[in-house]
């Protein structure tokens, strides 16, 4: 007994060492992004270090679109406020000539689009509201499920970024809380944040609408009403995030202007700190765009990264792969 | 070694026996909610039970104010507030004429108050908004270290229910998620809902007034301004729970009409559930009151509580112990 008691320690030692030799981003190069986020990690985790974080305090916060997962053509929302209208058609005839929904569904998203904010928000609000918490949830749950890239033909849950779902995993696995800071609908993404990126509802902080508790036959429900509560973009995602966690990021990613004061926030804080950006630049793999592109505009935030020193993921250079199917 | 390595076995088995046995809520008497609470614990719990429930979704929902610490003479964070116009009182030399604050640096508070809501709500934004978020952070914690109750002189944050604390960490140990949901202000519980209560910030619920993001002297703040964001009370209760948590508690705990709502929002979901309230009974060691009292009004909510045969825990004979000073 004594001998396999033993063996057994002997076992341990070698699988534990195994186990922290192992790459915890093997989709990412050696390259110095890579090395900042494993630098900072080993800096905030070691215990006795000046730099030392609590795990309670060890709170990462994330964009989505861009930064998670891809939002190229167009932010996967609204492929999913398309696809509602179409559905809604039939109960809507008055939608076959009234902008913005006719020309919707005719499939001329310029046109439709023409009447600016105004016209977003009709749609928006024409598809995510009106119903009750549960029943959007199964909307999206069921739309998720088989939605597919216009251009790659993939499951949306399958343009994630690989690089990125490790980097998740590896930030759980050092004690961080890992949350989603995002300008998509908080219920729009809830639904399936778990299942794809391990995030669960309770750290999903989004955009929302407004809610009103009601009595249906004595069943309460939460109906969404047509009515902006929350825009979770620029300078109110620092809100969102006092909002919803009420302590500071000392890690957060992101991948536009969008994203800018996060960055700041976080990094004002004391202690270390490490804020990255995602730079799209490989039109071979994925979409090359920052500065001009209407869609996820990387500008004021790429100069204040380069002022600031904040790593800059170069995807065409540090990403070994881009797409958890590659893998 | 073998036989050190057997006696360390033995040892081990009968510690964890002996944990496994112990009370896990000692200050509970042995009556019906104390049963009730342990059964349902054991019923979704249990692997393989038809009422087994995933540890993600083991979430419950505690009111504050009442439920787990005491409301009366008058609700804690209004005697911050009184506190607060005391401190001020020097900057602001036209409060001396200027009611409500007049009568209240004079001490007499029903006068103060005469103005009802509107009076209220200008002592609440002179005293928690215009400063940082950080601010006023470090004034909250400043003040809850000295601030001692009115009747009994004991520190507020000794005027926790010792039954409650046990059933948190109950709770917790079976790996339930425990939330405050509370019409208190969120800013004002999450300096020390850690620290007495083992919840984070990221798991408080409240009250909140807007936040502005900004960039002083090039430094990000957030500022906290003189205008309602949201009341988290009665039909805005399971509202507040959507927004933070983005899924039904399993389990909820108040004491007053004010969780009417959440009880009954926790109640209607699928599977095993719990809605318990604590009913103030206890003269001697607490207050008593339900129906009638202008603080914590206990008369919908227990109302349907015997209709819908929710757990209710009578104080004076439920509770062996009131408050944690009392063990």
Chains 1, 2 share one sequence.
Do not use: C
């Not at 709170?59 to 179409?86: H, K, M, S």
């Not at 998509?184 to 399936?192: D, K, L, S, Y």
């Amino acid at each position: 007994m004594k001998k396999l008691f033993i063996k057994a320690l002997l076992l341990l030692l070698i699988f534990t060492n195994a186990a922290s030799a192992a790459d915890p981003l093997p989709s990412w190069n050696d390259t110095a992004p890579k090395k900042a986020i494993v630098a900072f990690v080993e800096q905030v985790t070691r215990e006795g270090s000046p730099d030392f974080v609590p795990v309670a305090e060890r709170v990462a916060t994330f964009d989505n679109d861009g930064t998670l997962w891809a939002e190229q053509p167009i932010y996967f929302q609204f492929l999913f406020a398309i696809d509602r209208v179409n559905a809604l058609a039939p109960q809507h005839p008055e939608w076959k000539t009234k902008e913005p929904f006719a020309s919707l569904l005719k499939g001329d998203m310029k046109r439709a689009l023409a009447g600016g904010e105004h016209a977003m928000l009709e749609i928006v609000m024409s598809t995510h509201a009106g119903m009750t918490t549960e029943a959007f949830e199964k909307i999206v749950t069921d739309w998720i499920t088989t939605a597919k890239h216009p251009d790659t033909g993939r499951l949306l849950t399958e343009m994630v970024y690989q690089p990125m779902l490790e980097l998740l995993t590896y930030l759980r696995a050092n004690g961080f809380k890992t949350f989603i800071v995002s300008g998509g609908g908080i219920e729009f993404m809830r639904p399936w944040t778990e299942k794809v990126y391990g995030i669960p509802p309770e750290q999903v902080i989004g955009s929302s609408i407004k809610t009103k508790f009601e009595l249906r036959d004595g069943q309460p429900v939460l109906v969404r009403l047509p009515e902006i509560n929350f825009i979770d973009d620029k300078a109110d995602k620092p809100v969102g995030i006092q909002m919803h966690i009420g302590r500071r990021p000392i890690a957060s990613f992101g991948n536009s202007d969008g994203d800018l004061q996060m960055l700041q926030w976080t990094t004002a804080g004391r202690s270390a700190r490490l804020a990255l950006i995602v730079h799209h630049t490989d039109a071979d793999r994925e979409w090359a765009y920052d500065r001009e592109s209407a869609i996820g505009r990387l500008d004021k935030a790429l100069d204040e990264a380069q002022k600031k020193s904040w790593t800059v993921v170069d995807m065409k250079l540090d990403w070994k792969f881009i797409y958890v199917f590659e893998k």
